[in-house]
């Protein structure tokens, strides 16, 4: 893993932690060359929506895979 990939893993780390949001999720992402997959499960299309927000801002991301899916129960 590059150092750059490095970095860019903190950082969506720190985005996705400091979201009041999403406050208790533990949330899957994996990037590469600026494309980010999220994966995981949250309890609201809300919270599916803010988790994609929070790292949109990072810098290095360029795109945005978001497979998170809503359960209810």
């Known amino acids: 893993m590059s150092d750059s990939c490095s970095c860019l893993l903190e950082r ?5 932690t400091s979201s009041p949001h ?3 999720r533990k949330l ?4 590469d060359a600026g494309i980010v997959v ?8 809300f919270q ?4 994609q927000e929070a790292i949109r801002r990072v810098d290095g991301v360029q795109l ?3 497979q998170l899916e809503v359960d209810w129960s």
């Open 12 to 16: 969506l780390e720190e985005a996705l």
């Open 64 to 66: 945005i895979d978001n």
């Open 38 to 45: 999220l994966k995981g499960t949250v309890t609201s299309y």
């Open 48 to 51: 599916k929506q803010m988790a």
């Open 22 to 24: 999403l406050f208790g």
């Open 28 to 31: 899957g992402y994996e990037a």
